[in-house]
């Protein structure tokens, strides 16, 4: 299984929707997490099982999809919200896709 | 509260050992499966190793398979990674993880350690 992520890199702005995609090269179930990474911090769950928020993470994310195309949203972009997103993929072995950084616009 | 410290990183030459300790703390160890994780510096992240809760599945990622051993203390409540023939794309942080579940597979990381760096050079 491979995981592909897009954009690799997105500009916004605070207030802002975002979208970022996660693709598997076969299908996954929802066997799909999102992580969220700042720089020099380990990272932090915030969504499995495709769509289940994880404990104390804002509602303004949330996670879709099953099969082979998930998406992650951030409803409203906040300040502490710029860092670097993570798919995992935990049908098989874990793995994670390369990552989307969310910078300032 | 749910604590993993990393320990055992630092500078080593290529072709030597390491071993990496990650000391668990404020849950019930035996419950769940557990694994590492490392992050080049600037690179994304990748799964290296994981063991399952009564140690009887580990798993490795092919770039380690071979080269790298998991295993877990659970009286010491305490993971390991044993890396031997270190080369230099094995410089990275190396993250310590707790799975949701007892199993390798199925389960999502819900707690991290801070992460301990190695660096492999001559």
């Known amino acids: 299984i491979q995981l592909t992520q897009s954009p690799s890199f997105l500009s916004a702005s605070v207030g802002d929707r975002v979208t970022i995609t996660c693709r598997a090269s076969?299908?996954?179930?929802?066997?799909l997490a999102w992580y969220q990474q700042k720089p020099g911090k380990a990272p932090k769950l915030l969504i499995y099982?495709?769509?289940t928020l994880q404990s104390g993470v804002p509602s303004r994310f949330s996670g879709s999809g099953s099969g082979t195309q998930f998406t992650l949203t951030i409803s409203s972009l906040q300040p502490e919200d710029f860092a670097t997103y993570y798919c995992?993929?935990?049908?098989?072995?874990?793995?994670f896709g390369p990552g989307t950084k969310v910078d300032i616009k | 509260e749910v604590q993993l410290v990393e320990s055992g990183g630092g500078l080593v030459q290529p072709g030597r050992s390491l071993t990496l300790s990650c000391a668990a703390s404020?849950?019930?160890?035996?419950?769940?499966?557990m694994h590492w994780v490392r992050q080049a510096p600037g690179k994304g992240l990748e799964w290296v190793s994981g063991?399952?809760?009564?140690?009887?599945?580990?798993g490795y990622a092919d770039s380690v398979k071979g080269r790298f051993t998991i295993s877990r203390d659970d009286g010491k409540n305490s993971l390991y990674l044993q890396m031997n023939s270190l080369r230099p794309e094995d410089t990275a942080f190396y993250y310590c993880?707790?799975?949701?579940?007892?199993?390798?597979?199925?389960?999502?990381?819900?707690?991290w350690g801070q992460g301990t760096l190695v660096t492999v050079s001559s």
């Open positions: 993880a707790r799975g949701a579940y007892p199993t390798i597979r199925g389960g999502y990381f819900d707690s």
């Open positions: 404020g849950f019930t160890f035996d419950n769940h499966a």
């Open positions: 063991i399952s809760w009564d140690s009887a599945t580990t």
């Open positions: 076969q299908g996954i179930s929802s066997f």
């Open positions: 099982a495709s769509s």
């Open positions: 995992q993929q935990l049908n098989t072995y874990p793995l």
